[in-house]
Structures are given as structure tokens and as C-alpha cells.
């Protein structure tokens, strides 16, 4: 994995001038694009897309500072209009372009290198659990996208089931965790970007098929999961778990995020106000280099 998030860095480089889709660079190093991203922000806390957009107007400025013309620059660096290439260096310089260089001033933006560093040691449990294929069958909506704090609308959701529902999915779990467990997916192009939306669904594990007209049901490939169990303040130590997977788990266990759906739940302490226990489960498979 460190070698796959420094080779990702070297294509962003050399691919700084014209239009870099982001989907390429996970492509690049056969990651997928969503988990790529979800462990560059653990790691960096700064989404890819704002890392690229850095590094294409630092390099700007700098050939700014050296003569280059603004009409050059906006559209080697992939800019649509000047106006546009304007606008998005003064968001993130404090100048104009003209300005800049004028006054012989700019920012920069390191090129980032990932190294390994020991720091820590915190325990961090988990276990290996193989599952055959099965679905989720609840209920969903598309909410905003958020990354800390409570989801209101995800809330809203968990209020919205009703009593028929809920003796529904009771009916049709019949698969461990026998939790109702909460899934996202469909995320907008703006995931990771924390804005835009996506699908959640709250619901059970089942391996059967029928599945009421009130449930809808998320069909889900057999996998090789690992399960991360979190106990304390929620949702801070949820929330914190899962950064902690994508940032140090990931880089040092031997495996890699499989092409799936994640899940978690949530048991809330009675007696603790704002105190939780949780699972939260992800598909991986065997890093190539691990399995060697």
C-alpha cells in the first residue's frame, strides 16, 4: 500500500497539466477510486481533489513568478476560461494572478511523499470473518454527505421505520451480525469532497430472497471482512475508528479494501449517556505482495 500511495503521487505529477479525472490515478495503481480516496484523506486530511487542485496552482504560480502568461496557464493546467483559472487562484492564493505577479508573490504546495513512521501504540482489535453472499434488506434514503457528527437526517431515517418494517426485517435476519446495521452507497461524484449526498440504508443481514414490498434489499458478494469492534463516546469513537483503518490498518495489515460495501452498527449504553458499542466491518482481500 505505501508503494501504491507514492506511485499514485508520481502520476499526479506528471500528469499536472490538462485535465486529470481522479478515477485514473486509483485506476493507476488498481485500487478502487472510493477506498483510494477514503485512505488518502485519513492519511493526508485533505480530499485528492484538493490535493490535485494545490499542486496544478502551485506549479501555476510558480511559472506565473517566471513570466508564463495567465492565458497559458489556464488552460495548460486544464482550466476551462481564464476567468475561471482566475477565480480559483485568488481563492487560493489571496491575489490575483496579476497581482501575483507583480508583487513576486504566491504560495506553494509540497508534493506529498508517504514514509512509514512509528508513532502510537494504541491496540487497535479486529478479527477475520468469511461470509457468504447475502443482502441487506431495510430501508433507505439519500442523505447529505458528513464525516463527523451526527447525521440528522440518517435520525430522521431511523425514526421514519415503522412497526410493520421492523417485524419485517426481524422475520428476514437470519445472518451475523444479527444487528441492524447501517450501509452507504451511490455517493455522489463529490464524495470524499464532504458535500453532495448518498444512499443509506438501514436494515438486516438476510440470505433470503423474500423480502417484503416495504424493505428494500442491497444484494452483497461473498467476502472476506475485517471486523473492527469500538467501544466509547458516539459517534466520535466510531468515527474515529474508521479513520484509523484507512490510515494505519490498511498500510500494515497485508490486506487491501475489496470491491464492496462496508457496514457498521451501533449498540447504545442505556446507562451512559452518549456511550456506545460498535462493529464496523470491511471487505478486504489479501494484498498480492501478502499472499506471495
Not at 508583487?103 to 491496540?123: A, T
Not at 439519500?142 to 451526527?150: A, D, I, N, T
Request: charged residues 25%; contains cysteine; aromatic residues 10%.
Amino acid at each position: 500500500m505505501l508503494k501504491k500511495l507514492n506511485d499514485a503521487m508520481e502520476y499526479i505529477e506528471q500528469h499536472l497539466e490538462g485535465e486529470l479525472p481522479l478515477e485514473d490515478i486509483s485506476r493507476y495503481i488498481g485500487v478502487p477510486d472510493c477506498h483510494f480516496r477514503k485512505i488518502f484523506l485519513a492519511l493526508t486530511n485533505m480530499t485528492l481533489s484538493e490535493y490535485v487542485k494545490n499542486r496544478k496552482l502551485s506549479q501555476a504560480n510558480k511559472e506565473l513568478l517566471q513570466g508564463a502568461s495567465v492565458t497559458d496557464l489556464t488552460y495548460k493546467y486544464g482550466y476551462q476560461s481564464v476567468d475561471g483559472f482566475t477565480r480559483a487562484f485568488k481563492k487560493w492564493c489571496g491575489l490575483l494572478p496579476s497581482q501575483a505577479a507583480k508583487l513576486k508573490q504566491g504560495k506553494v504546495c509540497q508534493r506529498i511523499s508517504f514514509v512509514v513512521s512509528v508513532k502510537g501504540g494504541n491496540m487497535m482489535e479486529y478479527k477475520i470473518v468469511e461470509k457468504p453472499a447475502f443482502y441487506v434488506a431495510g430501508v433507505s434514503k439519500r442523505v447529505p454527505l458528513q464525516f463527523e457528527g451526527v447525521n440528522n437526517e440518517i435520525v430522521k431515517l431511523a425514526e421514519s421505520i415503522t412497526e410493520e418494517q421492523r417485524k419485517e426485517m426481524h422475520r428476514l435476519q437470519d445472518l451475523e451480525p444479527r444487528e441492524v446495521v447501517n450501509v452507504s452507497y451511490e455517493s455522489d461524484t463529490a464524495f470524499l469532497e464532504e458535500r453532495g449526498e448518498l444512499t443509506h440504508m438501514i436494515g438486516v443481514l438476510t440470505t433470503r430472497k423474500d423480502v417484503g414490498c416495504q424493505l428494500g434489499c442491497l444484494p452483497v458478494a461473498a467476502h472476506t471482512w475485517a471486523v473492527f469492534p469500538n467501544e466509547g463516546p458516539f459517534p466520535f469513537v466510531l468515527q474515529d475508528t474508521m479513520a484509523r483503518i484507512y490510515s494505519e490498518w490498511l498500510v500494515a495489515s497485508g490486506y487491501e479494501l475489496a470491491e464492496s460495501f462496508s457496514f457498521s452498527f451501533t449498540k447504545m449504553d442505556r446507562q451512559k449517556e452518549n456511550y456506545a458499542y460498535s462493529e464496523i466491518w470491511i471487505p478486504v482481500v489479501k494484498s498480492a505482495q501478502a499472499a506471495r
